[in-house]
């Protein structure tokens, strides 16, 4: 009797393995056009057969249960989401859209109506989706904000986080003002340990990847928020994928970048840099943050940029406009359309590409070794009337994008007594299609 009783709790033991222990590979999804043909890198994440939501992700779970990894899925119309059965979707608050193999569907995690700040909305599970109120923002509202909670012991989770990354697949709030600030709208990070600036306008397409303690080590709320002041133009939205990435992942980003690009080519823009016509500045003011290039076997060993093809008037590189000293009564002269005459042109608003050099034979110049670049054209030759493509093979790959306070032309910020100013448009940041060549 006892024997089969053995035999019997084998049986069972060997059941539940099957059903909670099966694990599915990665996938991979490919970017589309607007987002720069970066990688949207996805991991695969436990899920359970047990009722959740993604925004109320409490312990009560059987401490017993082991996960069943899920595979990520596609649904299709591109939306990202977790491979589960069908009961098991629905019971997470989930909507079906596709299927995947063994049966089980695609599903989709999407939060919203998070602008209730008496009841803000808690995160847990991975590849979610936090969109706007779908009846948009009215004047009442003040913010919109989430809790994203990195907890290795959430069944959710079930293993140490140790990055979160943002895909903005939509995100349009109020522009910043004549000095480049946000100051009607805002969006800001809070609990990250690497430097995330405050940013506004139009972001979609862009990314960020946020820096946190192992969530095995040091459990971690990551606080994200939607700031909104007074503006004659309420258009506010946004759709924003969620993905955590395992600190045992070949895809974390490396140290301190904000922004990390997976792939050979693509597009790195500044925030809120948008191919539209207009001579008001579209540069964000305070920006300090590295972006980073992946290096990897069969990779060459050169990073090059060149500014991207515009259709407005727009223009690809615009940054601190440059000056030099005009003979004979050593007046600064401002002169727009043109590259940096000096690294010193670039103390307040530049892009530092570390040991870039122009493609092809260019002329000997004296006093060139600086790697800080700013101006109207992406040049390393100084007062050059047009762009062209710079390369570097300082690896790893990393730029580093730093702006001021903001755009005005005052003795006490951006230039000195003098400088002669003359009228010219306001900054607009960059947009460069890169090539790890």
Same mark, same amino acid.
């Given at each position: 009797?006892?024997?089969?009783?053995?035999?019997?709790?084998?049986?069972?033991?060997?059941?539940?393995?099957?059903?909670?222990?099966?694990?599915?590979?990665?996938?991979?999804?490919?970017?589309?056009?607007?987002?720069?043909?970066?990688?949207?890198?996805?991991?695969?994440?436990?899920?359970?057969?047990?009722?959740?939501?993604?925004?109320?992700?409490?312990?009560?779970?059987?401490?017993?249960?082991?996960?069943?990894?899920?595979?990520?899925?596609?649904?299709?119309?591109?939306?990202?989401?977790?491979?589960?059965?069908?009961?098991?979707?629905?019971?997470?608050?989930?909507?079906?859209?596709?299927?995947?193999?063994?049966?089980?569907?695609?599903?989709?995690?999407?939060?919203?109506?998070?602008?209730?700040?008496?009841?803000?909305?808690?995160?847990?599970?991975?590849?979610?989706?936090?969109?706007?109120?779908?009846?948009?923002?009215?004047?009442?509202?003040?913010?919109?904000?989430?809790?994203?909670?990195?907890?290795?012991?959430?069944?959710?989770?079930?293993?140490?986080?140790?990055?979160?990354?943002?895909?903005?697949?939509?995100?349009?709030?109020?522009?910043?003002?004549?000095?480049?600030?946000?100051?009607?709208?805002?969006?800001?990070?809070?609990?990250?340990?690497?430097?995330?600036?405050?940013?506004?306008?139009?972001?979609?397409?862009?990314?960020?990847?946020?820096?946190?303690?192992?969530?095995?080590?040091?459990?971690?709320?990551?606080?994200?928020?939607?700031?909104?002041?007074?503006?004659?133009?309420?258009?506010?939205?946004?759709?924003?994928?969620?993905?955590?990435?395992?600190?045992?992942?070949?895809?974390?980003?490396?140290?301190?970048?904000?922004?990390?690009?997976?792939?050979?080519?693509?597009?790195?823009?500044?925030?809120?840099?948008?191919?539209?016509?207009?001579?008001?500045?579209?540069?964000?003011?305070?920006?300090?943050?590295?972006?980073?290039?992946?290096?990897?076997?069969?990779? =060459?060993?050169?990073?090059?940029?060149?500014?991207? $093809? #515009?259709?407005? *008037?727009?223009? +690809? @590189?615009? /940054?601190?406009?440059?000056?030099?000293?005009?003979?004979?009564?050593?007046?600064?002269?401002?002169?727009?359309?043109?590259?940096?005459?000096?690294?010193?042109?670039?103390?307040?608003?530049?892009?530092?590409?570390?040991?870039?050099?122009?493609?092809?034979?260019?002329?000997?110049?004296?006093?060139?070794?600086?790697?800080?670049?700013?101006?109207?054209?992406?040049? =390393?030759?100084?007062?050059?009337?047009?762009?062209? $493509? #710079?390369?570097? *093979?300082?690896? +790893? @790959?990393? /730029?580093?994008?730093?702006?001021?306070?903001?755009?005005?032309?005052?003795?006490?910020?951006?230039?000195?007594?003098?400088?002669?100013?003359?009228?010219?448009?306001?900054?607009?940041?960059?947009?460069?299609?890169?090539?790890?060549?």
């Amino acid at each position: 009797m006892l024997t089969n009783k053995i035999l019997e709790s084998s049986l069972l033991l060997v059941i539940c393995f099957l059903r909670f222990g099966r694990a599915d590979t990665a996938i991979v999804v490919e970017a589309s056009d607007d987002e720069s043909k970066d990688s949207i890198v996805v991991e695969d994440v436990p899920q359970y057969g047990y009722p959740t939501t993604p925004w109320l992700p409490y312990y009560f779970f059987s401490p017993m249960m082991q996960p069943q990894y899920s595979s990520v899925g596609t649904s299709p119309n591109k939306e990202t989401g977790i491979c589960e059965e069908s009961g098991t979707c629905t019971r997470l608050g989930g909507r079906a859209s596709g299927s995947c193999a063994n049966g089980r569907v695609c599903c989709i995690n999407i939060v919203t109506n998070t602008c209730d700040e008496t009841d803000r909305k808690v995160i847990t599970v991975d590849n979610t989706y936090w969109q706007s109120p779908t009846t948009g923002i009215n004047s009442f509202v003040s913010s919109c904000g989430i809790t994203v909670k990195l907890d290795a012991k959430l069944p959710e989770q079930g293993k140490a986080v140790c990055q979160v990354r943002f895909n903005f697949v939509l995100f349009t709030i109020a522009q910043p003002d004549t000095e480049s600030a946000c100051i009607t709208d805002t969006f800001d990070v809070a609990g990250a340990s690497n430097r995330v600036p405050t940013i506004c306008g139009d972001n979609e397409g862009q990314h960020m990847y946020l820096n946190v303690p192992s969530s095995s080590t040091s459990p971690t709320d990551l606080q994200f928020s939607f700031n909104f002041g007074t503006n004659s133009n309420p258009v506010r939205a946004w759709n924003i994928l969620i993905s955590m990435i395992p600190c045992d992942s070949a895809n974390l980003a490396p140290m301190d970048c904000l922004q990390y690009f997976t792939g050979r080519t693509g597009t790195v823009k500044s925030f809120n840099w948008r191919d539209v016509t207009g001579t008001a500045t579209r540069q964000l003011a305070n920006q300090d943050y590295s972006i980073c290039f992946r290096t990897a076997p069969g990779f =060459a060993k050169t990073l090059c940029v060149t500014p991207c $093809t #515009v259709t407005s *008037t727009q223009k +690809p @590189f615009s /940054l601190s406009v440059a000056r030099f000293v005009q003979p004979p009564d050593g007046n600064v002269v401002q002169t727009p359309d043109v590259s940096q005459f000096l690294s010193t042109n670039c103390n307040n608003d530049f892009l530092v590409i570390p040991g870039a050099y122009n493609t092809g034979n260019p002329p000997i110049e004296t006093d060139m070794t600086f790697d800080r670049f700013c101006g109207e054209r992406l040049n =390393a030759l100084p007062g050059k009337g047009v762009s062209t $493509t #710079v390369c570097t *093979t300082a690896t +790893p @790959f990393r /730029l580093l994008y730093r702006t001021n306070s903001d755009e005005t032309l005052t003795e006490t910020i951006d230039t000195d007594p003098n400088v002669v100013a003359v009228p010219i448009d306001g900054n607009r940041g960059f947009c460069l299609n890169f090539r790890n060549q």
